[in-house]
């Protein structure tokens, strides 16, 4: 082989290898930073793994909020209408959140199956509920709604 042409293929190697070390760095890189939405009904069929930040939304629901007396925690559940999530937060929730209310949790599952919120996120006006939530909501209802229709028959 004549020596201009293996200094070509040795670049081209290179070249090739490190394309290819940066892509695989760069996909692991944004791997790590994703936050699946998870549903109530995903908590409680198990797909949530314990201790992987995801982020879990639905309605919150009513006469489930209890303020901590000492200090600024609060636990409450949630639901997409099918199942309930207990979520624990400890920090200053939303002005907007109430009962009822719209809300994606950012956190982490503990092994008692409790959400372990860092941040708490509500709708902002009354026609405005995260996109996630809704769908979740939406395929929920559908959901009830073909359980129903088999049952019937």
Same mark, same amino acid.
């Given at each position: !082989?004549?020596?201009?042409?293996?200094?070509?293929?040795?670049?081209?190697? #290179?070249?090739?290898? =490190?394309? =290819?070390?940066?892509?695989?760095? !760069?996909?692991?890189?944004?791997?790590?930073?994703? /936050?699946?939405?998870?549903?109530?009904?995903? #908590?409680?069929? @198990?797909?949530?793994?314990? @201790?992987?930040?995801?982020?879990? @939304? %639905?309605?919150?629901?009513?006469?489930?909020?209890?303020?901590?007396?000492? =200090?600024?925690?609060?636990?409450?559940?949630?639901?997409?209408? !099918?199942?309930?999530?207990?979520?624990?937060?400890? %920090?200053?929730?939303?002005?907007? #959140?109430?009962? @009822?209310?719209?809300?994606?949790?950012? %956190?982490?599952? /503990?092994?008692?199956?409790? #959400?372990?919120?860092?941040?708490?996120?509500?709708? $902002?006006?009354? /026609?405005? !509920?995260?996109?996630?939530?809704?769908?979740?909501?939406?395929?929920? $209802?559908?959901? %009830?709604?073909?359980?129903?229709?088999?049952?019937?028959?």
């Amino acid at each position: !082989m004549h020596p201009q042409r293996k200094k070509r293929l040795l670049l081209i190697l #290179f070249l090739v290898a =490190g394309v =290819g070390t940066a892509v695989g760095l !760069m996909t692991y890189s944004l791997s790590q930073n994703i /936050n699946l939405f998870m549903t109530p009904t995903q #908590f409680a069929d @198990g797909e949530v793994p314990v @201790g992987k930040t995801v982020r879990a @939304g %639905g309605l919150v629901v009513a006469g489930s909020v209890v303020r901590s007396d000492q =200090g600024l925690g609060a636990t409450f559940k949630v639901t997409d209408g !099918m199942a309930e999530v207990t979520i624990r937060y400890e %920090g200053i929730l939303p002005d907007l #959140f109430r009962e @009822g209310q719209g809300i994606v949790a950012l %956190g982490q599952l /503990n092994a008692d199956g409790v #959400f372990e919120a860092s941040e708490v996120l509500a709708k $902002h006006d009354e /026609n405005y !509920m995260p996109p996630e939530v809704q769908d979740a909501l939406d395929k929920a $209802h559908q959901d %009830g709604k073909e359980a129903l229709k088999s049952a019937r028959y």
